[in-house]
């Protein structure tokens, strides 16, 4: 039910024919990492361009007294970008959508992935 009451707010790709999308869909890097990505959508050349994690919590937390997307989220995000990165040329574009259908990108850039992957 939480799935069909997004879905209705996702805007699709203007063009049907040069993208598709996927739902609940593994991905994984062959290794140690993986996770179920709600909703991709991938270009002509099968490449994944966008990722939206769907949440039905509060995504936010307070750092002092600015409202910031929770790290844990992030984090998530940045290890499904490192798994695409690693069998694509590019990280796709990261997103979080809240159940009330808004949509919040998550920039994901190398140096950060690095950073926390290391971790792992």
Request: aromatic share 14%; net charge positive; glycine share 4%.
């Amino acid at each position: 039910m939480l799935r069909k009451s997004l879905l209705k707010e996702i805007k699709l790709p203007t063009s049907k024919f040069d993208k598709s999308i996927k739902f609940e869909k593994w991905i994984d890097d062959g290794k140690d990492i993986g996770g179920r990505v709600d909703f991709m959508i991938l270009n002509e050349n099968e490449e994944i361009e966008e990722i939206v994690d769907f949440k039905s919590g509060n995504i936010f937390e307070f750092k002092g007294k600015k409202k910031v997307i929770k790290m844990a989220y992030i984090l998530q995000l940045a290890l499904y970008a490192h798994i695409v990165k690693s069998k694509q040329l590019f990280y796709p574009k990261c997103y979080i959508q809240d159940i009330k259908g808004n949509k919040y990108e998550v920039e994901v850039i190398e140096e950060f992935v690095c950073k926390y992957i290391k971790e792992f």
